[in-house]
């Protein structure tokens, strides 16, 4: 049972923010005024949301190797397909900022749009660096590994800091600049070649790997500078002691069956920990109380960690247990997304995609 510790906190919303990104303000400046003529005048802006975020998914399907195969053997024989990541980022990139516009332009700004945003966003985070790690072999699955724990304590700790100041800030180097490098250094694969990247270059280690390092890096620069204004290292220490195990389990099945095993344990941790993201928004955007632990995530956490370190068990069983505790994680996501519609749907009469059939008379407050 859900418990709202204000309940009418959808009818104060407000939204504030300071953007000092370089890359934004050029965009505002010269992109944007054109790509927003493209869409639609009465549009959902959570439509523009989601539709955009269909590229970054694409992003990911192809450099982890689900769409195409293994990027080391699809890429060497098209290189073109990292110019289609680069296309589908920058599509992504550019939806991601429309959608604001486009909430101003119809007069549909509210906590759903903003919800909508940033709880897709906290997939995004995650998978976009999956996805490149997983596309270059040479690249230590460790690292990825790494890479994604620390991408998601990044956003965890930054959706907290917005929940406490009440103001979302981009800093002159933010995630608008992190794409921007994304999606140009997907290009120079396309032009250079994908050998280039992969093959041993300045201090014997290939070009990848060094650009690659710079995110985790980033990463732990968010972290050091939100940890203190997030508050509460408690709910910290409660969301790790659920994600720790699912990272400890990928680096068993990584010693165990190779780096595959890195894909699921890498989106197990990913998924997780939008959970807890999800619920940091619905704490400031519905009044929600937030609950900062789930019981049956320990018990997965358990279950999976023996699939790897009892001996005897059969050889699906750590399969089964992985795919059922992605089940279950995309099972809580789809609830905690529903749940936050309806609760919005309720409070202000506002649907996904405009005022629900009830609603006659309320003006839309979308995002």
């Known amino acids: ?189 396309w032009a250079l070649g994908y050998d280039f990247w992969s093959a041993p270059g300045p201090f014997g280690l290939p070009p990848i790997l060094l650009a690659y390092s710079l995110a985790p890096i980033a990463f732990i620069a968010s972290i050091a500078l939100t940890f203190k204004s997030a508050g509460r290292p408690d709910l910290l220490a409660i969301m790790l002691s659920c994600i720790l195990p699912i990272f400890a389990w990928a680096l068993l099945a990584e010693r165990r069956i190779g780096a595959q095993a890195i894909l699921p344990g890498c989106l197990l941790m990913g998924f997780t920990t939008a959970r807890f993201s999800g619920d940091v928004m619905r704490d400031r955007l519905v009044g929600l109380v937030y609950r900062g632990f789930y019981p049956e995530l320990p018990i997965f956490g358990a279950l999976l960690l023996a699939s790897e370190l009892l001996p005897g068990l059969p050889e699906w069983a750590p399969s089964a247990v992985v795919a059922a505790t992605l089940v279950w994680t995309f099972f809580a996501l789809a609830i905690q997304f529903s749940r936050t519609v309806a609760r919005v749907r309720e409070t202000l009469g506002i649907g996904l995609f405009g005022p629900s059939r009830s609603s006659v008379g309320v003006e839309d407050a979308e995002d």
């Open 1 to 189: 049972m859900e418990r709202y510790y204000d309940p009418d906190r959808p009818l104060k919303y407000s939204y504030q923010s300071v953007n000092e990104s370089i890359i934004n303000a050029f965009y505002k400046r010269y992109w944007l005024p054109i790509a927003i003529k493209a869409i639609p005048e009465r549009m959902s802006a959570n439509l523009v949301s989601i539709i955009g975020d269909v590229g970054a998914w694409i992003a990911f399907l192809i450099l982890s190797g689900i769409f195409c195969g293994p990027m080391d053997i699809a890429a060497r024989r098209s290189p073109w397909l990292f110019g289609v990541v680069a296309l589908c980022l920058f599509f992504y990139h550019t939806m991601d900022n429309l959608d604001g516009m486009q909430a101003r332009r119809t007069g549909a700004s509210g906590p759903l749009g903003e919800f909508v945003d940033h709880w897709f966003d906290s997939f995004n985070t995650f998978l976009i660096p999956l996805g490149l790690g997983l596309a270059f072999p040479v690249i230590p699955p460790l690292l990825v590994a790494f890479t994604t724990l620390f991408c998601c304590l990044a956003d965890w700790l930054s959706l907290r800091t917005t929940r406490n100041t009440g103001v979302l800030v981009f800093g002159r180097v933010s995630s608008e600049e992190a794409l921007l490098l994304t999606y140009l250094i997907c290009l120079a694969v």
